[in-house]
């Protein structure tokens, strides 16, 4: 039946034409922000997904940033360490010339105590961001440094931070308040002389006082005079040598932390590329596939808008059956 009021095939292809032109919508709103699923309307699920983990990849850019000041930290206080380690082996080297018969004794303590103003210098400059861990100046002792080094999601969704530990105690140099907890401000107890090798030191000394700083009760500082005896230097090389093995050991402990920043540095840079790209599997859109949708919805849609055309034209042509 034709009619003039009620064209059936003008509505059906105008409602087709819609439905591409819509197609057409989404294909380009796709190619324009690369996004197969730009909002929760395009896939709740994937998008929940890559809203959460894009939000975790921004926590773990923070946590790389962390890590790299406490690279820093600990990179400023080994620097320190390994040119502290330089100076107690020169001071050793020193006292093991003095041991030599007629050398005067009071020349190479002046080198002794260059070297000892060396130490402190290193160890007051050895800070970063304010934070100092080879000297202590304060009433209240170097402790445990925390730095952030991770941020972990659970299977139940619930977030931690993991935190990389050092005992800043074990790298203090020098101690103002408290010379006991100076590796070269405390007393060392050595055996010299007749109780070497007996268990029981008759000994002690301490290398460095720093301004302001109290020497020990009962030490001897590292020093030397004309009348400084064998026995002494002795005791002072093996007080040194002490010495030398806890900075050895504060140093290989700190290394080893740093070393561990740096691999968990390396780790979140590659995990927070996965991330970028298992998000991107979910929701990122194919452009090639775009494309190529896209063209073939031009080209429906010009077969929609001749074919609306050609039912339009039928009405027109019913005036030719009244003439």
């Not at 780790?267 to 073939?296: H, Q, Y």
């Amino acid at each position: 039946m034709t009619s003039i009021l009620t064209n059936s095939s003008a509505m059906a292809a105008l409602s087709t034409l819609r439905s591409i032109s819509s197609d057409m919508e989404s294909t380009q709103g796709r190619i324009s922000s690369g996004l197969r699923v730009g909002s929760a309307s395009d896939n709740a699920a994937y998008w929940s997904i890559a809203t959460t983990m894009r939000s975790d990849n921004k926590a773990l850019s923070t946590v790389q940033d962390a890590l790299g000041l406490g690279a820093a930290k600990t990179d400023t206080a080994y620097t320190g360490l390994n040119a502290a380690i330089d100076v107690v082996s020169e001071i050793k080297a020193k006292l093991v010339a003095a041991r030599e018969p007629g050398v005067d004794k009071t020349k190479i303590d002046k080198e002794i105590t260059e070297l000892k103003n060396q130490l402190v210098s290193t160890a007051t400059s050895a800070s970063f961001s304010g934070e100092n861990w080879l000297y202590n100046d304060s009433t209240t002792a170097i402790g445990t440094k925390e730095m952030v080094g991770s941020f972990t999601r659970s299977a139940s969704g619930s977030v931690s931070v993991g935190i990389l530990e050092f005992d800043a105690a074990t790298s203090v140099l020098i101690d103002t308040v408290d010379s006991d907890n100076g590796q070269l401000t405390k007393a060392i107890e050595v055996e010299q002389g007749a109780n070497v090798g007996t268990g029981t030191a008759n000994g002690t000394y301490y290398l460095v006082l720093a301004s302001g700083g109290t020497a020990p009760t009962g030490a001897d500082s590292i020093s030397l005079t004309s009348s400084t005896s064998s026995e002494d230097i002795d005791g002072m090389i093996s007080a040194v040598d002490a010495m030398l093995t806890s900075l050895t050991d504060s140093a290989a402990t700190l290394g080893a932390t740093n070393k561990r920043i740096s691999m968990q540095d390396d780790f979140m840079a590659d995990l927070m590329d996965v991330i970028d790209k298992g998000v991107g599997r979910l929701v990122d859109a194919d452009m090639n596939e775009e494309s190529t949708r896209l063209k073939a919805l031009q080209t429906q849609q010009q077969l929609g808008i001749q074919a609306l055309s050609i039912a339009n034209s039928d009405s027109q042509n019913i005036l030719s059956l009244f003439r």
